[in-house]
């Protein structure tokens, strides 16, 4: 039952991140990207089932419905000031955006939360181009960069962990 | 123009939290009960002084203009399915408001966890009230009673190191 | 090959526990104390899977095997000072025990962190015996007390995580 | 005399990065790296002071004494197996070392994390000498560059944090 209800919440998750542009496949690319210096003989196939068995874990379902909604909200005008003009902006000082999906980069040890300063800063891939559109259009993405950017982290621990067999 | 700027939003965190029901001095008192027994000469005045360093810090405002957001859409039934149902609810499996105030227990170093904990677990004054309120009315205070265990956790750090001269 | 690495990871660290006084039988007494007031039905074979979960993770087997190292080297007097005297005398700000147990409060999840806190404010069972025995005699516990109330509070969360089925 | 007390504790820690080859001036290198691309008029002057001011905190004193001390050990082969081992090879999957400083990271708020973790991955100036330094000689460095790294990012914290007035 714990299984099934699950697997509904992270297809809600999939759907979410569908209708904010993002792809489970724009997170491999990322973790791929990641690894395959420590990693010769890495194929996309096994950093997509590492972002899929990150993407099981209910903890990543609870942060992911919570940042989208704000992001979402924010988008719509609909939060109170100065919480509006905060996120709406991405003011760099906020912290919280980096603080909800710190238990994301944690799943998988604490080596996740290397990876995940690394690609908050260097926002590779889709986070880039999030981080882009979000600061040319109404789009609002302040919390989707680090959720992207914390389970590709995990999913890079979870990889590592692995290979290390 | 940085101390003014923290001053008004400590001003406008103060305000929401009397808006919600919540004056410092229930805050003060959960500091005061946490500390009494290591410091016996220990005074209100001591631990008031302590909340209000806490309720100066910009990491916490951020924390509590989003908990108290979060709280108050949840009672307006304003946010999406699955995650009105997970905050008005209060599920104890949530835990996206004890990830949020980590960042408030730490302001004063780790010992600040501890504590954290702890009151989180018995719910002493005002944290008590607010549980059985959330309860027992329409009011949702999923956010609100960790932000006030974090600042008194982190108060009580901030009373145990000083104590420690 | 990576699961009998563990396997024997695990029993170098359950014979470590042993040698200090440590069975996980006292750290499963303290997780069923922690979640009998939430499920009624709860056995002590539940609690003990649960534990020998916990203990089956390599962040686990890592935490344990520093921090035990720290409190026989302090026992020896090996340490440099001022180093030497904050570990023997368990000093209340050192925090560094409480921060080296972070991984492992985290394993199943947030709520981990309260009930690592609950626990090392109350000092249930055998930590409160070997708290007694650190003070009393020349035994030095300063890490070993947070390391089992660590795994007890991840344990707890996963009971609790699975009787939320 | 917390004052003077943490002074002292401040000194004995400097004078212990110098007896390891580090300088704070190659911390602040680090710092003024991070940070100059946001703030083009930044001084070295200026990130001095932040890692001046990091280095009064007994939080980061204690993460100090006791990484450089598991260092130490591990360079005179004292530490017990499987201990000894993973800290001289500076296993990659031990994650102690990057738990160890997390309190250091968040001194100035959350941000130091990705600042941190940036630091980790691309080792600038001084991290990359003592990586290379661990890996080609006897030396051990396993905790020293990620105390250098949490103490160059919480320093640009800090800097990010003024410079925002």
């Known amino acids: 039952m714990e299984k099934r209800y699950n697997e509904s919440l992270k297809q809600t998750c999939i759907n979410l991140f569908k209708s904010r542009g993002v792809e489970l496949s724009d997170i491999t690319e990322i973790v791929f990207d990641l690894q395959k210096k420590y990693i010769p003989d890495l194929t996309m196939d096994v950093c997509a089932d590492a972002v899929d068995r990150v993407m099981a874990k209910r903890e990543v379902h609870y ?9 979402m909200l924010a988008e719509q005008n609909k ?20 603080i909800l999906v710190l238990s994301i980069c944690n799943v998988y040890g604490s080596i996740g939360l290397t990876n995940f300063g690394y690609v908050d800063k260097v926002k590779p891939g889709i986070i880039g181009r999030l981080d882009k559109l979000g600061k040319e259009s109404s789009a609002c993405h302040t919390f989707m960069d680090d959720l992207i950017g914390a389970i590709a982290a995990a999913a890079a621990s979870s990889v590592a962990h692995n290979s290390a067999l």
């Open 63 to 71: 942060a992911i419905l919570t940042g989208v909604e704000l992001d």
């Open 79 to 98: 939060l109170s000031e100065p919480l509006q003009t905060l996120i709406s902006n991405d003011s760099p000082l906020y912290g919280i955006d980096e």
